[in-house]
């Protein structure tokens, strides 16, 4: 069975400190995916990013940054310098090849909210 | 290029009615997977649909079902509906069906039965 653990329910933080969302997986596949979703208000799920399990290279973009870890087995994601816009329901999700090809197994979701 | 499109964004119906939700991919993708969500479950799949066949099923009850159409586009079903139903209900598309490298989701449809 495959599991997402997002233990952070809600963060609150000031506009501008840096925040940090953790995410624990568990899997038997040693081909899988991570991903990153931000759900605003809207209702639509944003992409972010996919991470496969052979690129534990952290990566970049802009304010958003991601550390996989396979020793841990945790994809945690950082937003640096953090803005209003930035608050929503972030979730983690994870797809093993050979269990369940093209299914998603989420996280229970982090609330961020940032505060003026 | 557009996105994935549901229809209706919001939907009220009664228990016991039935309901019907489309799901537009975005062109090129044939892979439509649709998601349940709820505050008390989280985010939970339903199935998922390739080339007009269900390739991949959750654990829902069978008065929750779906199809494809040649076009790629999908509906989701649901008959007989009890107020656990209430969610929303979004759709995701993908270009392949054997592994999820990436998939968009659309709006949703905010369903409520009252």
Known sequence: AQKVTQAQTEISVVEKEDVTLDCVYETRDTTYYLFWYKQPPSGELVFLIRRNSFDEQNEISGRYSWNFQKSTSSFNFTITASQVVDSAVYFCALSGVRTSGSRLTFGEGTQLTVNP | ?114
């Open chain 2, 1 to 114: 290029k557009a996105g994935v499109t549901q229809t209706p964004r919001y939907l009220i119906k009664t228990r016991g009615q039935q309901v019907t939700l489309s799901c537009s991919p975005i062109s090129g993708h044939r892979s439509v997977s649709w998601y349940q969500q709820t505050p008390g479950q989280g985010l939970q799949f339903l199935f998922e649909y390739f080339s007009e066949t269900q390739r991949n099923k959750g654990n829902f009850p069978g008065r929750f079902s779906g199809r494809q159409f040649s076009n790629s586009r999908s509906e989701m079903n649901v008959s007989t509906l009890e107020l656990g139903d209430s969610a929303l209900y979004l759709c995701a598309s993908s270009k392949r069906t054997d592994r999820v490298t990436e998939a968009f989701f659309g709006q949703g449809t905010r369903l409520t039965v009252v």
